[in-house]
């Protein structure tokens, strides 16, 4: 099986390498990667049977280049109705800032524009300007240009079931190095995150790709991939990717935000369990770990108030004493 790469790149790299021979640099300049990327996608390349020639210039540099094939090779069709190719549209939307700056980017557009020709000219109409149609407006994406390379090694490794030796910037600023079993890309709030085994802590865990600074796939040091690994299972009772102890938590709205709170849910468990004189509610939750409630407590400012548990009610008391001192400090 060759290694991910992302099919539009392999393609540009086929189109330059068969016009003519091209050096190492020359490639990443017209290919805008990392010299490094260019040498995996060769490697893809050789690995999928390609005529990939290899020269010697007479300045001493490496060159590549494609050997022309005798006959144009057939073309796979892929027939999707209207209404499934429109679907695969809204998900490529849906999907597209999060994945904004990678190779599934890059894969996604290829795939829908090459689906989307093969359309009838009537149906065609119905699939034109669904970038506007169907507009996903969510959090702030994170740029995962600079990653490209760590996530293409990633998603290789993730799909061989091989280990990777990750470098991450941890939450205390310090550097740290994992051997690491991947096994989910998982997607949360316009993020990215790797889940798997690391050796190190002997446990699961789930890692930011924006912290992680290089990811190295340990060539042929494979892992059988957990029957008993369910994300769903791992994730529940949480509020986000971070996990805890499950924890019944009460918290007071005030009027004005309680209809959001009610049509926004903040969590599967969420329901009402007081309507309040001043025209509030009481809201409980069991959830696996609050750290996350915190900040989505804290963004309601004064129209929010923890009840329970005692310790959380004292946690953010002090936050938002501290926050409250520095408005005072600037009088």
């Not at 009838?120 to 990653?147: N, S, T, V």
């Not at 205390?172 to 998982?186: A, C, I, M, Q, R």
């Not at 926004?264 to 750290?291: M, N, P, Y």
Request: proline letters at 5%; aromatic letters at 6%.
């Amino acid at each position: 099986m060759p290694r991910y790469a992302p099919a539009a790149r392999l393609e540009r790299l086929r189109t330059l390498l068969t016009a003519g021979r091209a050096t190492l640099p020359a490639l990443a300049k017209k290919l805008a990667v990392s010299e490094s990327t260019v040498r995996r996608l060769l490697a893809a390349l050789e690995r999928a049977g390609e005529p990939l020639q290899e020269e010697l210039l007479d300045d001493g540099r490496k060159a590549w280049k494609l050997a022309r094939p005798s006959r144009p090779p057939r073309e796979h069709t892929v027939r999707l109705s209207t209404s499934q190719l429109i679907a695969l549209l809204v998900a490529r939307n849906g999907a597209r800032e999060i994945l904004r700056g990678t190779g599934f980017d890059d894969d996604l557009d290829a795939a829908c524009a090459a689906l989307t020709a093969t359309l009838r000219e009537q149906d065609a109409a119905l699939a034109r300007d669904l970038d506007r149609k169907l507009h996903d407006r969510g959090e702030m994406p994170i740029d995962y240009a600079p990653h490209a390379d760590a996530l293409d090694e990633i998603t290789t490794a993730l799909l061989r079931c091989e280990r990777l030796t990750l470098r991450r910037l941890a939450s205390d600023g310090l550097e740290k190095t994992h051997l690491f079993d991947p096994y989910s890309l998982v997607t949360y709030r316009k993020g990215l995150y790797l889940v798997g085994f690391s050796h190190d802590r002997a446990q699961r865990i789930s890692l930011g790709i924006d912290a992680i600074r290089e990811a190295t796939r340990r060539r042929g040091e494979t892992f059988a991939y957990p029957a008993d690994y369910d994300p769903r299972a791992m994730f529940k009772g949480s509020i986000g990717m971070f996990v805890g102890p499950m924890t019944r938590v009460v918290v007071r709205f005030d009027k004005e935000p309680k209809r959001f709170v009610i049509r926004r849910r903040i969590h599967e468990s969420q329901r009402v369990i007081a309507e309040l004189d001043d025209g509030g509610i009481e809201v409980e939750l069991e959830i696996a770990g609050t750290t996350e409630l915190e900040s989505h407590v804290l963004s309601y400012g004064d129209k929010a108030e923890v009840m329970s548990p005692p310790a959380l009610r004292e946690k953010i008391g002090k936050v938002l004493k501290r926050a409250a001192a520095r408005y005072e400090e600037q009088r």
